[in-house]
């Protein structure tokens, strides 16, 4: 079965996302912007979401993590959540 390791940050607009990834492409940390910023458990963890397996997130994560670049910030994507950056950094 395919796994993945992901990092994310949930915030309730797009307006809101839009700027933390601005910030993140100046090179600000991602597990720091996370803790501060996320409303999502995982910013406990820097974002980490942990092994992920398919069937365990919501289909628009899912697809993102596990279809798309690696290393690369992806977003905004909008759940019933809300707004989340999403980085994947490794798949087997």
């Known amino acids: 079965m395919k796994s993945a390791m992901a990092k994310h940050i949930l915030v309730k607009t797009r ?5 933390l990834k601005q910030r ?10 996370a803790r501060k910023h996320s409303t ?3 910013k ?11 069937g365990q997130l919501v289909k628009a994560i899912e697809s993102v993590i596990f279809k798309k670049e690696l290393l690369k910030v992806h977003g905004p994507i909008k759940t019933k ?6 980085v994947v950094y490794f798949r087997n």
């Open 40 to 42: 999502c458990p995982s």
């Open 81 to 86: 959540f809300g707004d989340h950056l999403v």
């Open 15 to 19: 307006d809101e996302a839009e700027k």
């Open 44 to 54: 406990k963890r820097d974002g980490d979401l942990g092994e992920i397996y398919p």
């Open 24 to 33: 993140l492409a100046k090179g600000e940390d991602f597990g720091k912007l």
